[in-house]
C-alpha cells in the first residue's frame, strides 16, 4: 500500500504567471485606486490621472497635486478625467470643473472655462476625451454636450453644442469613447439615443450616422446594444454587445465585420472592461463574470484575417481587470489603470515566467526549493523538489504531473531529492535519502542498479559533484574518487586520489564552451582543469595572498577562459591567459555576496541567491536584478540552472516553482535611470529656480532641493550622490539615501552643485544636473562697499587735509594781520612818541616846564598802551595760549589791573569743567577784545562801584556776561561811540550774538554767546 501511494500521480494545470506585474494603490501613495489614464512626459516621469488628484510616479514615489483655493495655478478640482500631453511638452487636464494647463517641470498652470453661452448650466466645464490633431494643429476637448477646438495656444477656435442640450437638460450627449478623425469630424455613441452619431467639422453639425453619405460612418447605424467599445489607430471600431460571448470588429474601410466567440472558463459576458491596443500590434481585452477573470491579447492581424484563429485566455492572478485604461510607455512598458489601481507590467513581461509547482505549504517551508530539473524532450520537464515531490511539466499542454502527491509533511524529509543522475536515455536516477528512478514517465522505487557504475552509487551512497554533457556524467564519489561515465554505451572511467589530487571528494564543477570540466574542492584554492581533448588534467593554482579564498561556493568559466570564483565573502574573477585576479563587489551590483550557484551561458553569468536573481554581463560586468518586484517569490533563487537548447529557454529553480527565461530578450539591461529637480526652499520658502541666476541673501543660507530619480525597473533602493564644483575644481561625492539635499549655514560665495542617482542594479543616472546659486555676502562685506568706503574715507582725508589747510591759512592770516597791526601801531605809537619828543625837547629849550610835563606825561601813557598792546597781540600768537583757560586767566588779569586803577571790586564767575577747551584763534581773539572794550567802557563812563562778571558753557555755547550797576543809558540815544561798533563787528565775524541791555541809572548789562 505504501508503494502505491508513492507512485500516485495527479494531473493537473499549471499555473503560470507570465505576467510579472507591481500593483500601485493607495498604500503605496496613490491618492486614489480609481485610474482614468496615465501618459508619460519629456523628463520620462508617469502621470496618473485618478478621481482624487494628479499624481506624478518616478518608480517609487507619487507626488500628488490637489485643487487649493488659495492657489491660482493648482488644479480647479481633484476629480480628473482625462490627461494628456502637448507635443511641447505641457499637460492638459480634464477635470469636472475646467481643463487645467500646465507646464510639468514647475508644476504649476492655468485653468480654462468655457462660458455657457445661452445662460443656463450645461456641463460645460465637465470635460472629458483631450485629442491631439496634428493634421489640423488642434487641441479638441469633449464635454458630455459639446466638442471645443482649440488652438496651440489654447485660444478657441471652434465649439460646437449638441443641438439638443436646451432641451434636454442634464443629459450625457457625447459619453465614453470617442474616435477623433484627422479630418476633425468626431464620431461617438449616444448614450441618450443608443446610437452612434457624428460631428462634421465643416458644418458644425451634430447626425446621426444613417444620414451620413460617407459609407464608413453610415455603416454603423444598425449597430446596438453596445456594451464596451474602443477605435483602434485605423478608426476601426471594436466592441462587445451585451451578454454575447463575442467580440466583434468592423473594418471601417471594407465595411466588414469580423466575429470570434469569447473562449475561456467564462460562459457568459457578465462585466467586460475597455478594449485596449498595444504598441505591437495586439488588443488587449480582460472580461470577467463574479470572482473569475481572463485576460486575452491577441494580433489584430490574425483576429482579422485567420480563420481558425481561436481566442485563449491568459491568467493573471489577483488581476480583477476592471482595465479603464492601458498605456504604453516609450520603453514598451504597459501602465493598466483600473478600479484597484495602476498595474505596472515591464517590458519584458512575456520573456520572464513563472511556473509555479503544486507543492503543499510552498511559501511556509525552505525545503520546498527545486534541486534539479531535466529536459526530456522538446516539451517535457522532469523537476524535483528537495522534499517530497517532483513533477513531470508539459510546456506544450500547460499541464503537470505530480509524483509523491500522497506523502504526508511529517514523513516528507525521508523523501527529499538532492539531484538527478543521468544514467540513460530514459533512465534517471533521483539521488537522494531514498533513491528513486525515473523511466518512461514512471517513478519507480526502489532503484535496482543495472551495471557495475550504477552498484557504486548504490553501495557508496555518498556522492557529490554532479556534471553532464551530451553523454557524459561526471561524479565524484567519497570512497573511489573522480568518475567519468558515458551513459551512452555504459562505459566509465576511474580516476582515484593520488599526489596531484589532492582530495578524494570535490564538491564543486563548471563547464567552458569546449567542454573542457573545471572542479575544485571547496577548501582549496586550486582549480584543475580537465582537456576534453587531451584527455589530461591541469592544476592551477589560485593566488590567494589575502587568504580571501577560504571555502569556495561555486565556479564558473566563461568564453574568455575566466574563472568566477563565489566565497562566502566576495566575487573573484580569476582570468587564467593573464594570471590576475580582481573582485566584483556589492557596490557593482551583486544581489549578496552569499551566491548559491553560479551559472555562465552566451556572455551572461547567472547569480542564483535567497536575496533575488542577479545576471551579470561579463564584457561590462553589469548587473540586472530580479526579485519580488518582478514576481520571484521571496526573492529565492535556488540552487539549480540549466540551458533549454531545444527551446532556447534558461530554466531557473526557484521556491516551489520554476522561472522560465528568455536569454536573448529578458538580458537586456534596462533604461538608466534619470534624475531631476523638483523644488528648491530656502529657509523652508519654495523659490522658483527654472531658468534663472538665483541670489539669496546671507541671512537666506540654508538651502533645500528635493530630487526625484526616474526608474520603473530596479526597485526601490536607490542613492543620491552630489559634489560641489568651483574653477574645474570638485569635491568628492556624496552620498544620500534620502531624495532631500539640505546644505545648512551656507557661507558668501557661489555655489555649483552636481547631482546624480544610482538605482538598486548600481547604474548610474543617464544625466547629471547642475544647479547653481549664489549666497550674497552683508552689505558691509561686498567689495563695492569696501570700494565706498575707501572712496570716503580717502574723500575725508582730503577734506580735513583741505580744511586744515585752510584752517592753517586762516590763521597765517589772522596772524599776519595781527602783526601787521603790531607794525602799524607800533610804527604810529613811536612816530608820535618821536613828536612828543621832539615837541618835548623845544619845550625844554624854551623853559615851559608845563607843557613839557604834559607832553612827557602824553608819552609815557602811549608808550604803556603801546606796550600792553603788543602783550596782547603777542599773547595772542602764541598757540599755547590758544585754550578757554588761558583766555579767562587773561580776562581776569586784565579786570584786576583796570578795576583796582579806579577802586571798583568785582566778582568774576565761571561754571566750566576740569577738561582743556581748545578755542580757534580768531574766536579767542573776538572774545578776549569784546571783553576787553566792554571793561574799558565801563571803567571809562559807568561810574560803578561794583562789577559782575558770569562766564560759563551749556551745549558748546560759552556765555560771558560783563554787568555794572552804573549811571547806565539809553541805548536808544547812543550815537555808536565807545567801541560798541567794533564789538558788534567782532561778534559778526564768529557768528555769536551781542545783547546791550542799559538804562539810565540802572546800569548796564553786557552778554556774549558764542558756539565753540
Not at 681 to 701: C, I, P, R, T
Not at 714 to 737: A, C, I, L, Q
Amino acid at each position: 500500500m505504501f508503494l502505491c501511494l508513492l507512485i500516485t500521480t495527479v494531473s493537473l494545470s499549471a499555473q503560470i504567471n507570465s505576467w510579472n506585474h507591481s500593483l500601485y494603490t493607495i498604500r503605496n501613495g496613490l491618492p486614489s485606486n480609481n485610474v482614468r489614464n496615465c501618459i508619460q512626459d519629456r523628463d520620462g516621469f508617469i502621470w496618473v490621472a485618478t478621481e482624487s488628484g494628479l499624481s506624478r510616479f518616478d518608480g517609487y514615489h507619487f507626488k500628488t497635486l490637489y485643487h487649493n483655493d488659495r492657489d491660482s495655478t493648482s488644479l480647479p478640482s481633484d476629480n480628473i478625467i482625462y490627461i494628456e500631453l502637448t507635443e511641447s511638452g505641457q499637460l492638459i487636464a480634464s477635470t469636472l470643473n475646467g481643463l487645467f494647463v500646465m507646464n510639468t517641470r514647475t508644476m504649476k498652470g492655468r485653468t480654462i472655462r468655457i462660458k455657457n453661452r445661452k445662460g443656463w448650466e450645461n456641463n460645460e466645464n465637465y470635460f472629458g476625451v483631450i485629442h491631439i490633431n496634428k493634421s489640423l494643429k488642434l487641441i479638441e476637448v469633449q464635454t458630455v454636450t459639446s466638442i471645443h477646438y482649440f488652438d496651440y495656444h489654447f485660444n478657441i477656435v471652434k465649439s460646437c453644442e449638441h443641438p439638443e442640450i436646451e432641451a434636454h437638460r442634464g443629459k450625457f450627449f457625447i459619453n465614453g469613447p470617442v474616435c477623433f478623425l484627422p479630418n476633425g469630424d468626431v464620431i461617438y455613441y449616444s448614450n441618450y439615443k443608443f446610437r452612434f452619431e457624428y460631428l462634421n467639422y465643416r458644418t458644425g453639425k451634430f447626425l446621426p450616422c444613417s444620414e451620413s453619405k460617407n459609407a464608413a460612418y453610415a455603416c454603423l447605424q444598425n449597430i446596438q446594444n453596445i456594451n464596451k467599445f474602443n477605435w483602434d489607430q485605423d478608426q476601426n471600431l471594436w466592441y462587445v454587445k451585451h451578454n454575447v460571448d463575442s467580440l466583434f470588429v468592423l473594418d471601417r474601410y471594407s465595411q466588414q465585420q469580423y466575429q470570434h466567440e469569447l473562449r475561456g472558463k467564462l460562459k457568459k459576458i457578465n462585466w467586460t472592461s475597455n478594449i485596449n491596443f498595444t504598441n505591437r500590434g495586439t488588443v488587449l481585452m480582460p472580461y470577467s463574470e463574479w470572482d473569475a477573470n481572463e485576460l486575452y491579447e491577441f494580433s489584430i492581424h490574425d483576429f482579422k484575417f485567420n480563420k481558425k484563429f481561436r481566442m485563449n485566455p491568459e491568467s493573471f492572478s489577483g488581476f480583477t481587470l476592471s482595465v479603464a485604461t492601458l498605456f504604453i510607455d516609450k520603453d514598451s512598458n504597459w501602465w493598466i489603470g483600473s478600479l484597484d489601481g495602476l498595474y505596472f507590467l515591464k517590458r519584458d513581461f512575456h520573456n520572464f515566467e513563472r511556473i509555479d509547482l503544486p507543492v503543499p505549504y510552498r511559501r511556509k517551508y525552505d525545503w520546498q526549493y527545486v534541486t534539479s530539473i531535466h529536459v526530456l524532450n522538446k516539451d517535457e520537464l522532469f523537476i524535483t523538489t528537495y522534499a517530497e515531490h517532483c513533477f513531470l511539466y508539459n510546456q506544450r499542454t500547460n499541464t503537470i504531473k505530480s509524483y509523491l502527491d500522497s506523502v504526508p509533511i511529517a514523513n516528507a524529509w525521508n523523501h527529499c531529492m538532492h539531484g538527478i543522475i543521468q544514467l540513460g536515455t530514459d533512465r534517471r536516477l533521483i539521488a537522494g535519502c531514498s533513491d528513486y528512478l525515473f523511466s518512461q514517465g514512471k517513478l519507480i522505487y526502489p532503484f535496482k542498479p543495472m551495471n557495475r557504475f550504477e552498484q557504486m552509487l548504490r553501495e557508496q551512497g555518498n556522492y557529490t559533484f554532479i556534471r553532464a554533457d551530451s553523454s557524459h556524467i561526471w561524479i565524484s564519489l567519497k570512497d573511489s574518487g573522480l568518475v567519468d561515465y558515458n551513459y551512452a554505451d555504459g562505459c566509465y572511467k576511474i580516476y582515484p586520489p593520488n599526489e596531484d589530487f589532492l582530495s578524494n571528494q570535490f564538491q564543486i564543477s563548471s563547464f567552458d564552451k569546449q567542454g573542457n570540466l573545471y572542479f575544485v574542492h571547496n577548501a582549496l584554492p586550486i582549480v584543475w582543469k580537465y582537456h576534453k581533448l587531451k584527455q589530461q588534467f591541469e592544476k592551477i593554482t589560485l593566488p590567494n595572498e589575502d587568504h580571501a579564498i577560504n571555502w569556495i561556493r561555486d565556479i564558473a568559466v566563461d568564453d574568455s577562459s575566466n574563472i568566477y570564483i563565489n566565497t562566502y565573502q566576495q566575487l573573484i574573477v580569476y582570468s587564467i591567459k593573464n594570471k590576475t585576479k580582481r573582485v566584483i563587489r556589492l557596490e557593482d551590483g551583486l544581489p549578496t555576496y552569499l551566491l548559491n550557484t553560479l551559472y555562465y551561458h552566451n556572455e551572461f553569468l547567472y547569480l542564483l541567491s535567497n536575496s533575488g536573481l542577479g545576471i551579470l554581463r561579463t564584457k561590462n560586468q553589469s548587473v540586472r536584478l530580479f526579485d519580488e518586484h518582478d514576481g520571484i517569490i521571496d526573492n529565492i533563487t535556488g540552487y539549480y540552472i540549466t540551458h533549454d537548447s531545444l527551446n532556447n529557454n534558461i530554466l531557473i529553480g526557484g521556491k516551489g516553482c520554476v522561472y522560465r527565461l528568455k536569454p536573448n530578450y529578458v538580458f537586456v539591461i534596462p533604461n538608466r535611470p534619470t534624475i531631476h529637480i523638483d523644488r528648491v526652499m530656502v529657509n523652508s520658502k519654495e523659490v522658483d529656480w527654472h531658468n534663472k541666476e538665483l541670489q539669496f541673501s546671507f541671512k537666506n543660507n540654508n538651502v533645500t532641493i528635493d530630487l526625484s530619480s526616474v526608474d520603473f525597473y530596479s526597485g526601490k533602493s536607490r542613492k543620491y550622490v552630489y559634489r560641489f564644483e568651483e574653477g574645474g575644481n570638485h569635491t568628492d561625492w556624496m552620498v544620500s539615501t534620502s531624495n532631500q539635499i539640505n546644505l545648512m549655514n551656507l557661507g558668501p560665495g557661489n555655489y555649483h552643485l552636481l547631482f546624480r542617482s544610482t538605482n538598486a542594479n548600481q547604474q548610474w543616472s543617464a544625466n547629471t544636473v547642475s544647479f547653481k546659486f549664489t549666497i550674497l555676502a552683508p552689505w558691509y562685506q561686498r567689495t563695492w562697499v569696501y570700494l565706498v568706503f575707501l572712496l570716503v574715507t580717502a574723500g575725508i582725508i582730503y577734506l580735513i587735509y583741505l580744511y586744515k589747510l585752510k584752517q592753517i591759512k586762516r590763521i597765517e592770516g589772522i596772524r599776519s594781520k595781527l602783526s601787521r597791526d603790531l607794525h602799524d601801531d607800533i610804527g604810529s605809537t613811536l612816530s608820535s612818541i618821536n613828536i612828543l619828543s621832539n615837541t618835548a625837547y623845544r619845550y625844554v629849550a624854551s623853559n615851559q616846564q608845563e607843557k613839557v610835563s604834559t607832553t612827557l606825561q602824553k608819552i609815557s601813557e602811549r608808550s604803556q598802551r603801546l606796550l600792553l598792546n603788543m602783550n596782547d597781540i603777542i599773547w595772542n600768537i602764541k598757540p599755547e595760549n590758544d585754550s578757554l583757560d588761558e583766555m579767562l586767566s587773561r580776562m581776569r588779569s586784565y579786570a584786576s589791573t583796570m578795576f583796582e586803577a579806579r577802586n571798583i571790586t568785582y566778582n568774576m564767575t565761571s561754571t566750566l569743567d576740569k577738561k582743556s577747551i581748545h578755542l580757534d584763534l580768531q574766536v579767542k581773539s573776538n572774545i578776549y577784545l569784546i571783553f576787553k572794550e566792554a571793561v574799558n567802557n565801563l571803567v571809562k563812563y559807568s561810574e560803578t562801584k561794583h562789577v559782575d562778571i558770569y562766564v560759563s558753557i551749556e551745549k558748546n555755547v560759552l556765555q560771558v556776561v560783563v554787568q555794572d550797576f552804573g549811571i547806565g543809558f539809553n541805548i536808544h540815544d547812543l550815537n555808536r561811540k565807545n567801541g560798541l561798533d567794533n564789538m558788534l563787528v567782532r561778534a559778526h565775524e564768529m557768528k555769536a550774538t551781542l545783547t546791550i541791555q542799559s538804562y539810565p541809572e540802572q546800569g548796564t548789562k553786557i552778554m556774549l554767546s558764542v558756539r565753540i
